[in-house]
């Protein structure tokens, strides 16, 4: 299948933040893909998934949020974060495909800022890779009240031993949703990767999670 690759700069008010697309011949949908904090859109586990969805038909695009995209190490505040992802929801729509054929994803905070925009898009779909219902050691400071709001398909792919929501965790939140489903990753961590000693293959894993998010892409 002929790929074609492209690099965008998406301005987004007084600041712009880089983009890269992924655009099969004869795509029918597109999969936004945000990175999480720690990272930029250049690192391996979102570069990964847009590639291989990208295999499987579906256009994708990944982005620096504009923290990352000066090199910055502390996030921007949350609402700019969303500003971020609604500008590059409207740059797709605007250049590529109605908005109603547009996944928003996104890995931990990526995914946690698709979750946060919902009620403002018409993007059907939504899935997250590593939800962080709090942050590592403070299970007090939960992020789930706006989670029970939101009208759209919604899938999670957490490791049952994520420091930041395990499965005893995130399990009652996902039953309180709405329309959503979880794939729980047997000893898994934030990555979505198990130990060594746990026998498990982190290849065959991270090809059942692509199973399931084509799965959810094509229902």
Not at 178 to 199: C, D, E, M, R, Y
Request: charged share 20%; proline share 4%.
């Amino acid at each position: 299948m002929a790929i074609q690759s492209e690099k965008v700069n998406i301005t987004v008010n007084n600041y712009s933040v880089s983009a890269e697309l992924l655009i099969p011949a004869d795509f029918k949908q597109a999969v936004i893909i945000a990175n999480g904090a720690g990272a930029n859109m250049h690192n391996a586990f979102v570069s990964g998934y847009c590639s291989k969805l990208a295999d499987y038909g579906f256009m994708t695009l990944k982005f620096n949020f504009h923290y990352q995209e000066i090199g910055r190490k502390i996030p921007d505040k949350n609402e700019k974060c969303q500003e971020t992802y609604l500008a590059v929801i409207s740059y797709l729509k605007n250049t590529y495909l109605v908005e109603n054929k547009i996944t928003i994803a996104g890995k931990s905070m990526g995914g946690r800022i698709a979750t946060q925009i919902a009620g403002q898009v018409s993007c059907e779909k939504i899935i997250v890779f590593g939800y962080p219902l709090h942050p590592p050691g403070k299970p007090e400071k939960r992020r789930d009240a706006h989670l029970y709001g939101i009208n759209q398909d919604v899938l999670i792919i957490q490791g049952e031993n994520d420091a930041f929501g395990k499965k005893s965790e995130l399990q009652p939140v996902v039953e309180k949703m709405q329309k959503a489903q979880v794939l729980f990753i047997t000893q898994g961590n934030h990555s979505l990767k198990v130990p060594k000693k746990s026998g498990l293959d982190n290849t065959e894993i991270e090809r059942m999670i692509l199973d399931r998010v084509v799965q959810f892409l094509n229902k």
